[in-house]
């Protein structure tokens, strides 16, 4: 795979996640990084730095890219995104994010004690 095709996030502690460029873009904050005209350090280097998100907050929201692109749909996009934006949803012991594939219910699994600040960056990251 070409550099060009991947963008290494880094979090708060200095570790490094290397990422297809695709899953990336799911998240619309890191989306307007990479592409927004002008000489932006993001866009040169394919590169972004997040100072207040954890390495473990990190790894889960990469881990949700890669779903993201594997089982979500638009459909999802845009009913549950708003339900939890709109912090229309329960918490409980086991919170997943949910999608039908081909028949099939896929679950995205979030930790409870990961929960607040999973959803603080996901709200950043507009994802």
């Known amino acids: 795979m070409k550099k060009e095709d991947t963008v290494k996030l880094i979090s708060a502690e200095g570790f490094e996640f290397v990422i297809d460029k695709e899953a990336a873009m799911v998240s619309q904050t890191i989306r307007n990084m990479l592409t927004s005209p002008g000489s932006f350090a993001e866009r040169e280097h394919g590169e972004v730095t997040f100072p207040e998100i954890s390495t473990t907050i990190l790894e889960k929201i990469c881990q949700y890219f890669y779903w993201s692109l594997q089982y979500a749909s638009l459909h999802w996009h845009e009913t549950n995104l708003i339900m939890i934006k709109e912090s229309r949803f329960t918490y409980s012991s086991s919170l997943a994010l949910a999608s039908k594939s081909r028949g099939k ?23």
């Not at 219910?105 to 994802?127: K, Q, R, S, V, W």
């Open 105 to 127: 219910e896929t679950d995205f699994h979030i930790e409870p004690e990961l929960t607040l600040e999973l959803m603080m960056a996901a709200n950043y990251l507009h994802t």
